[in-house]
């Protein structure tokens, strides 16, 4: 929350009131040049020149803002506020800003409802004042602030996510689906917004309405093996390992060092004891050089040494063995299984 930098200047008639002006103008030099202490100087003199006091008190603020020191900012800014009778809505929103560096969020919140009387169109200052809402626990307070934000400005993509979320936090899922959509319509090339409708139908349990939605974002962007990995994660959630196995086969057979995909294949083929694509996934990981694989080949091999298969308990150790010829472990459980022959 960087505060707004605004210099205001005052020309008067008068000697005095040039040879302030010539002041500000040399301490905004340095303002820009970064040289804030010596500033800070001069804005001081040029106010004892008669410079304005609110202008002064706000670059002089803002000085401070720049150096992280905060209190004296917030001083600062205070005196800006007072001097103009509470009526300029830069010193109060940049005053807000600096107390929500400071964590102090009630203070941050009352004066961004100061701000946002003066100015209820800034849209920043509404979704500020969301942010430190959310800081305090209040999450209908954050929603109502970004709803204003939303009102104020449908077509900004960020500010749909930011009332999505809000709603989420209230477990609002209809109104969070219905602000996705509405955002969709807007911007019909923002296909994320249907990956993120997916996520948000999965948050909420609602499997079938969340693979309806991977799809719909795959008709769009039609090989995408991420939003593929995300529909075979939901559809296995919902207890659908055979169609998931599928999708993990597919994002395979277009990107085949996708480990993740891979391992995941594996293990959904092993859990449904569908020995043949287990054994196919877990050498793709191996073959990948991702010792996930190795986990997988043991598992197996354990299973087929517990039925007394141990011939294929050590071939499938041997498999393993093959893209990890050091592994410790590999090696101990391919000497137990073979003594035991």
């Known amino acids: ?71 004296e900012a917030a001083a600062a800014y205070r005196k800006a506020v007072d001097y103009s009778e509470g009526n300029f809505a830069p010193a109060l929103f940049n005053m807000a800003s600096v107390y929500f560096r400071l964590k102090q969020f009630p203070e941050c919140i009352a004066v961004y409802h100061r701000a946002l009387k003066l100015d209820p169109d800034n849209i920043s200052g509404w979704l500020y004042l969301g942010e430190a809402y959310t800081k305090t626990g209040d999450k209908v307070g954050a929603l109502r602030a970004i709803e204003n934000a939303y009102r104020l400005d449908k077509n900004d993509i960020s500010i749909v996510y930011q009332l999505s979320e809000a ?25 994320d917004f249907l990956v993120y409708l997916g996520d948000v139908y999965r948050l909420n349990k609602n499997f079938e309405e969340s693979a309806n939605a991977y799809r719909e974002a795959l008709s769009v962007k039609i090989d995408d093996t991420q939003i593929m990995y995300k529909l075979a994660d939901v559809l296995a959630e919902d207890k659908k390992p055979y169609i998931a196995m599928e999708i993990l086969n597919n994002i395979l057979q277009i990107k085949p060092d996708f480990s993740d995909a891979a391992i995941f294949m594996g293990n959904l ?21 991702n010792a996930e694989a190795v986990f997988g080949f043991k598992n197996m091999a354990y299973d087929a040494h517990a039925q007394k298969r141990d011939e294929e308990s050590v071939r499938l150790l041997n498999v393993a063995l093959k893209y990890f010829p050091n592994d410790a472990s590999l090696i101990a459980d391919l000497l137990e299984m073979q003594s035991g022959n």
């Open 167 to 191: 709603n989420i936090a209230l477990n609002d899922f209809d109104r969070a689906v219905a602000v996705i959509r509405e955002g969709y319509t807007l911007h019909p090339e923002e296909s």
């Open 269 to 289: 083929a092993y859990d449904a004891k569908f020995y043949d694509r287990a054994e196919y996934a877990y050498e793709l990981v191996a073959k990948n050089g």
């Open 1 to 71: 929350m960087k505060p707004l930098f605004l210099v205001l200047l005052f020309v008067m008639s008068s000697f005095a009131a040039q040879s302030s002006f010539d002041l500000m103008e040399r301490a905004n030099a340095l303002y820009r040049s970064g040289k804030f202490k010596q500033a800070i100087l001069l804005y001081r003199k040029a106010e004892d020149r008669g410079a304005d006091p609110v202008a002064v008190s706000f670059n002089i603020a803002n000085s401070y803002y720049q150096m992280d020191k905060y209190p």
